[in-house]
């Protein structure tokens, strides 16, 4: 039960990071939002909120990396896809109003250690993203580099779609990333 009040914060703040931003995911806003009692705040997080959103920023890395080995085997244009389409969902799900909680901690965050915990989840995603693309099909040369061009333009699209509540910005960036993974 302790085990699964803490998931649902972590899970909580990764949500409100993803939607309100580093300064908007407070401990209040997580506990509101989870449904977890006040006194789980400092038994699971007692080194206070950069702890929580730590965690969060972990939990989103692995999500996200989960959603990227699902290509592993595939082409490098369906790997390319598949990456793209997650951040799809996630900006037409949420009506515009979620992006990367990842992101909005390197943004927002002048911890290093946060930004360590942000940079470590960036480099994993390129990591596996070029290993992928390069199985895929991808000269070796290359892999790597796209794989870095498709994290920064997934990203940079979904943030471009969140500021004008469309999904054209995100579709111009995907379909010309998709074209060069092709």
């Not at 994993?124 to 892999?143: H, V």
């Amino acid at each position: 039960m302790a085990g699964e009040s803490r998931t649902r914060m972590i899970e909580g703040a990764s949500r409100l990071l993803a939607t309100k931003g580093l300064q908007e995911t407070s401990f209040s806003e997580v506990l509101k939002l989870t449904g977890a009692p006040r006194g789980s705040i400092y038994h699971h997080f007692p080194e206070g909120k950069e702890q929580l959103v730590a965690a969060a920023v972990d939990h989103a890395g692995r999500i996200a990396t989960e959603l990227i080995e699902l290509s592993a085997g595939e082409p490098a244009v369906v790997v390319a896809s598949r990456f793209l389409e997650a951040w799809r969902q996630v900006l037409v799900r949420s009506n515009f109003h979620a992006g990367c909680s990842v992101l909005a901690v390197t943004v927002a965050t002048e911890s290093p250690e946060l930004l360590d915990h942000a940079a470590a989840v960036f480099r994993n995603w390129r990591r596996r993203l070029g290993e992928l693309l390069e199985q895929g099909g991808m000269p070796a040369d290359d892999a790597q580099s796209f794989a870095a061009l498709l994290v920064a333009g997934a990203e940079g699209a979904v943030v471009l779609s969140r500021a004008e509540q469309s999904i054209e910005p995100f579709e111009l960036v995907s379909g010309r990333l998709l074209d060069l993974a092709g």
